[in-house]
């Protein structure tokens, strides 16, 4: 009984750190990607300077940011720093 329980806590803990590691590798930017330190800054440059949050997912990097008292998201390009959508958060 014990041995079954120390096997179902290993199988349990590697089922985790299976399912973390596959979730961290889907939001890792692009090794030629620019810097998040670059997104931020182009976005700063052209009047985003309110950031709220930041996150990397679906392979672009979704910046939220207020701007004349409404939130928007904006998806950027990880590598050319293209902003490819922006659209009000309701």
């Known amino acids: 009984m014990h041995h079954l329980v120390r096997t179902l806590a290993l199988l349990s803990t590697l089922l985790f750190v ?3 590691t596959a979730r961290e590798k889907d939001e ?3 090794a030629n ?3 998040l ?4 800054l182009s976005l700063e440059k052209i009047g985003h300077t309110v950031i709220t ?3 990397f997912d679906e ?4 910046v939220r940011v207020y701007k004349a008292g409404f939130e928007f998201e904006i998806r950027v390009d990880p590598v ?8 009000p958060v309701v």
């Open 18 to 20: 299976g399912a973390a």
């Open 28 to 30: 890792i930017p692009p």
């Open 33 to 35: 990607g620019k810097r």
């Open 37 to 40: 330190s670059e997104i931020v």
């Open 53 to 55: 949050d930041v996150d």
């Open 59 to 62: 392979d672009v990097w979704i």
């Open 80 to 87: 050319s720093g293209e902003i490819l959508g922006i659209r």
